[in-house]
């Protein structure tokens, strides 16, 4: 004979998600085109083209979205950037914002 178990959930359980974090990177007057790219490259692994079109929307609007992660993801990339233009001898910071 088969056991039926029956599971019921609350109306009121509903998965949270963590939280979102747009990261930009912003412009200065210091930083080259070439060294935003490799950034945009290795840090936040996009392709040549993609990372060309956010470099021009730093440069443009003075920051540009570089993805949308979860918090310690976004902060490890800040990171990142933050190290790999201080050994080079850039400025450049990268920021982020709740989506």
């Known amino acids: 004979m088969a056991t039926h ?4 959930i ?14 930009f990177l912003l412009n200065d007057d210091y930083t080259s085109m070439d ?4 950034i945009l490259m290795n840090i936040f692994h996009k392709s ?12 443009k609007n003075n920051q540009g979205l570089c993805g949308v992660y979860t918090c310690e993801i ?4 800040i990171a990142q950037v ?10 450049l910071k990268a920021t982020m914002e709740e989506e």
Do not use: C, S, W
Not at 5 to 8: A, C, E, K, P, S
């Open 10 to 23: 609350d109306e009121e359980t509903q998965l949270i998600y963590p939280k979102k974090y747009k990261v």
């Open 35 to 38: 060294f935003v790219i490799d």
């Open 74 to 77: 976004a902060e490890t990339k």
């Open 82 to 91: 933050r190290r790999k233009a201080k050994d080079n001898g850039f400025p």
């Open 48 to 59: 040549y083209e993609q990372a060309q079109d956010i470099m021009l929307e730093v440069h």
């Open 5 to 8: 178990i029956h599971v019921t």
